[in-house]
């Protein structure tokens, strides 16, 4: 008997609603994320939508859990540093960039990014959105990709 005809033959018992939340659970854990160890990209700072910049690279964040060092980019310049986690609360320490010149928009872009990581003073996860905190307020959002199970569940079947 397959799962899908197990479930059926227990709808209309008590137990239908159980399985079915058991089920929803098993895939509820494709759509979370941790804050360690997730490639984070930027998705609003400060409340505004934030795109790629034309010819940039994107906004992106990842922090290590072993050596607790973060490494990213700024849309312009490669980004590093370290951070301390405790609980909810999260500060990111001397953060430094290479030095290399971009286009206006890159370069204003960047400067907001570094200003808002160096306010940070706490974070929350729901699902595969990261929001960094200063206080209560949301300074920035990040999203973390698909996982690759549900991506490649996705993806059409090739045609003959």
Do not use: I
């Amino acid at each position: 008997m397959t799962s899908f005809q197990f479930r059926r033959a227990l709808c209309g018992t008590v137990l239908c609603s159980f399985v079915n939340v058991a089920a929803a659970d098993d895939k509820l854990s494709d759509l979370n994320a941790t804050l360690v160890g997730t490639p984070w990209t930027l998705q609003t700072l400060g409340g505004a939508a934030q795109a790629q910049v034309a010819g940039g690279t994107p906004v992106q964040l990842k922090l290590d859990a072993a050596s607790r060092r973060l490494s990213g980019h700024t849309g312009c310049n490669r980004l590093m540093g370290r951070f301390v986690q405790r609980g909810t609360l999260l500060t990111l320490l001397p953060l430094g960039t290479t030095r290399m010149a971009c286009a206006e928009p890159a370069m204003t872009q960047e400067q907001a990014v570094l200003k808002m990581l160096g306010e940070v003073d706490g974070y929350r996860v729901e699902n595969r959105t990261l929001s960094l905190l200063q206080g209560e307020v949301v300074r920035a959002t990040w999203s973390a990709p698909a996982p690759k199970e549900v991506a490649e569940k996705t993806r059409k079947p090739a045609t003959p």
